[in-house]
């Protein structure tokens, strides 16, 4: 029975992860510092994130280790962690991270603090999370419509430095909060980097491009919303010279829905139609006319264009495209849906 109820709740939600090397970076010949990793066993389902020291020089290894360890803490022992106390779940997670870390500094021969990083992660298990934070970047939900901040950057005692996994007494600067899900849709997990161009500082508050990113999460098919939030992602690379990561865990809901539940003017959003207003109507009949022969089984360009009467080099320039550059489709000749 245990494994039915953890297969249901696994398939409700989804993750998106990746990180991206900064253009400061890219310059000076260092490998990406920023980590992400997602696993799903034993009905539960977490997303990590971790943003290796600048300092340490073997952070990005370090990085790594943290984000696979704290998914395999998680999934196997997100009972025991959820109805342990503070203190002594505290002192467990960060005893087997450290283990970890130790036993990659053996391998490496190195300092345990040459793999310094910090730390995010979100885990879900039926109705409840559990969010872990050590350090900076930020952690939000999606709930009732709103982004809202669960977990603030610890930048410690100055405003340019933090805490890292390696610190010393770590235990104390380790964040972890328990709770519900009912009524959040998504988890989104910002290192630094990504945050510049996603979260207002003085305003302490998302920006809607988060509700964006996590829309198209649920409207394409993985690969493809991989694909196209990466290439999106350049405007955000611009913003900073750090390396940019983003980690999400999402499912479909009222806020977040597939293409078929948009109303009109939702499509026409993400499409990023532009044409006057009284013709944005007509234009949307026909690209959803577009979809739902494609859905039936039919992907030849010319025969779609017969079906709803119109040119080849009109359907292409002002329809196709739309669908193109938002993912929705792919393929020339032959067109393929990339909607879940």
Same mark, same amino acid.
């Given at each position: ?7 249901? #709740? ?16 890219? *310059? &000076? ?42 998914? &395999? ?39 345990? *603090?040459? +793999?310094?990083?910090?730390? $995010?992660?979100?885990?879900? #298990? ?25 977990? #603030?950057?610890?930048?410690? &005692? ?13 235990? *104390? ?52 919303? $991989? ?7 350049? +405007?955000?690379?611009?913003?900073? $010279? ?12 009222? &806020? +977040?829905?597939? #293409? ?6 939702? *499509? ?54 739309? $669908? ?17």
């Amino acid at each position: 029975m245990a494994s039915k109820v953890g297969q249901r #709740y696994r398939t409700m939600w989804t993750t998106i992860n990746f990180e991206l090397c900064g253009t400061g970076h890219k *310059k &000076e010949g260092i490998p990406c510092q920023d980590k992400t990793y997602s696993a799903s066993d034993n009905g539960v389902i977490v997303s990590a994130l971790a943003d290796g020291a600048g300092s340490a020089v073997f952070s990005h290894f370090g990085a790594e280790t943290a984000v696979r360890s704290v998914c &395999e803490y998680l999934t196997n022992n997100f009972l025991e962690m959820y109805n342990s106390d503070g203190v002594s779940a505290k002192q467990k997670i960060v005893d087997f991270l450290v283990g970890q870390l130790t036993q990659k500094a053996r391998e490496m021969n190195c300092r345990l *603090k040459d +793999l310094a990083s910090t730390l $995010l992660a979100v885990a879900i #298990y039926q109705n409840e999370c559990i969010i872990i934070h050590i350090g900076d970047g930020i952690i939000g939900c999606l709930r009732n419509g709103n982004v809202q901040i669960l977990s #603030y950057p610890n930048n410690g &005692e100055f405003s340019n430095s933090t805490y890292f996994v390696t610190t010393d007494n770590v235990v *104390k600067y380790i964040e972890i909060k328990k709770g519900s899900v009912n009524r959040i849709s998504g988890f989104v997990l910002m290192s630094d980097g990504t945050s510049e161009s996603f979260y207002n500082k003085r305003e302490k508050m998302f920006s809607d491009g988060v509700i964006k990113i996590m829309q198209h999460s649920i409207l394409l098919n993985d690969i493809t919303a $991989l694909e196209v939030i990466k290439n999106n992602f350049d +405007l955000v690379l611009e913003n900073t $010279l750090d390396d940019c990561s983003i980690a999400m865990v999402i499912r479909k809901s009222k &806020e +977040l829905r597939t #293409y078929s539940e948009l109303s009109h003017d939702e *499509k026409i959003r993400i499409l990023g139609c532009k044409t006057k207003y009284r013709l944005l109507k007509k234009k949307q009949k026909k690209i959803d006319a577009i979809i739902k022969i494609i859905e039936s089984g039919e992907h030849n360009i010319d025969i779609i264009c017969k079906r709803i009467k119109s040119n080849k080099s009109f359907v292409n320039q002002h329809i196709l495209s739309y $669908l193109r550059s938002s993912g929705i489709i792919s393929g020339t000749n032959e067109i393929y849906l990339n909607l879940r």
